[in-house]
T-cell receptor
Framework: GENVEQHPSTLSVQEGDSAVIKCTYS??????FPWYKQELGKRPQLIID?????GEKKDQRIAVTLNKTAKHFSLHITETQPEDSAVYFC????????FGAGTRLTVKP | NAGVTQTPKFQVLKTGQSMTLQCAQD?????MSWYRQDPGMGLRLIHY???????DQGEVPNGYNVSRSTTEDFPLRLLSAAPSQTSVYFC????????????FGDGTRLSIL
């Protein structure tokens, strides 16, 4: 089955700095790569996604890049704010969706 | 629209008991799935369904059964609860196709004593 690895497991940044989270996957047939944000005690919520025919996508302070050859994709958050503090999950889909183990991001004011 | 609705929100069971976690969606989504979330392990896929009458196993299916008799409902059954099944369970749904975002319910926090 698909193997999704996510790094780092924890990330602490100062407010205003950038944060980068990286995921690698194993199945070259995977074609959809979403990122979810989960606040404590809440459901995961989609923040951005990218499909296999696109290399980069941006939405305000959030961007995702995909390298299909190397089988990795990354989440970039610029100008971080304390409300960005949460657990972020990458996911990979080729019919069924598999998730990475998560990154706990802390943004210090 | 309610989206994805899970019941109950909390449940405590004794080892060996059985129960059904309910999941319903009102978005006419074909794809539904169940995940369990344990600390440090992310979301692990238990079972999923691509449409009524069709189910398949995910990463961690043992000890769980599912059925999909209607598009709206996708219940998860624990046959004989074990302490290792203590977890938070999330149901999710998405529109037809392999590259659609999943919409999650609020989760069911299950403790097995």
């Amino acid at each position: 089955g698909e193997n999704v690895e996510q790094h780092p497991s924890t990330l602490s940044v100062q407010e205003g700095d950038s944060a980068v989270i990286k995921c690698t996957y194993s199945d070259s047939a995977s074609n959809y790569f979403p990122w979810y944000k989960q606040e404590l005690g809440k459901r995961p919520q989609l923040i951005i996604d990218i499909r296999s025919n696109v290399g980069e996508k941006k939405d305000q302070r959030i961007a995702v890049t995909l390298n299909k050859t190397a089988k990795h994709f990354s989440l970039h958050i610029t100008e971080t704010q304390p409300e960005d503090s949460a657990v972020y999950f990458c996911a990979v889909s080729r019919g069924d969706m598999r998730f990475g183990a998560g990154t706990r991001l802390t943004v210090k004011p | 629209n309610a989206g994805v609705t899970q019941t109950p929100k909390f449940q405590v069971l004794k080892t060996g008991q059985s129960m059904t976690l309910q999941c319903a969606q009102d978005m006419n989504h074909e794809y539904m799935s169940w995940y369990r979330q344990d600390p440090g392990m992310g979301l692990r896929l238990i079972h999923y369904s691509v449409g009524a009458g069709i189910t398949d196993q995910g990463e961690v299916p043992n000890g769980y059964n599912v059925s999909r008799s209607t598009t709206e409902d996708f219940p998860l059954r624990l046959l004989s609860a074990a302490p290792s099944q203590t977890s938070v369970y999330f149901c999710a749904s998405s529109a037809t196709g392999t590259n659609q975002p999943q919409h999650f319910g609020d989760g069911t926090r299950l403790s097995i004593l």
